[in-house]
């Protein structure tokens, strides 16, 4: 019998934030997904820079990708530098994979990567969320009960 998974992920150093994913999508599971770099990636990634705001996942060739990360050529690489905005292997168990892949073609959610971290252990993960997108009238929902929060929260202090 396997280790049952955390319910949080174990983000020593979060690199990149997708923020306006939570606002443009009803996130629904999220995944943790290890991801396929090479060497001037890595690098790149450690000193900070990387940016996943239009980024998405796509399920092919029975493999997740990663398209549109934008990862930044490393400043100190020579002619072995990698391409910035190559899609990227997102490393996942059979079973996850095949649960995306049905996720996506039959109910019509999107993968949506939320952000990019570095692990306890120094690993590079992708935190992906199998979502659905939202419409104009949810968006102003969502923002109507974020506002609400806060005057809640200022009220409590003010009074309390």
Do not use: C
Request: no cysteine; aromatic share 8%; charged share 35%.
């Amino acid at each position: 019998m396997s280790r049952p998974r955390p319910l949080t992920f174990d983000k020593v150093k979060t690199v990149a934030e997708n923020r306006r994913a939570k606002y443009d999508y009803f996130i629904d599971q999220v995944f943790e997904a290890g991801i396929a770099l090479h060497g001037t990636e890595v690098k790149s990634l450690r000193f900070g820079e990387g940016s996943i705001a239009e980024a998405y996942a796509e399920v092919r060739d029975e493999a997740v990708w990663l398209v549109n990360a934008n990862i930044p050529e490393f400043s100190h690489g020579n002619r072995h530098n990698h391409e910035p905005k190559r899609p990227r292997k997102l490393l996942l168990h059979v079973r996850e994979i095949n649960k995306l892949h049905g996720a996506v073609a039959r109910e019509g959610m999107t993968l949506v990567p939320l952000s990019i971290y570095f692990n306890g252990r120094g690993r590079a993960k992708v935190e992906l969320a199998l979502a659905k997108g939202k419409k104009v009238h949810d968006k102003r929902d969502t923002i109507k009960e974020r506002d609400w929060n806060r005057d809640k929260q200022r009220l409590l202090r003010d009074r309390g």
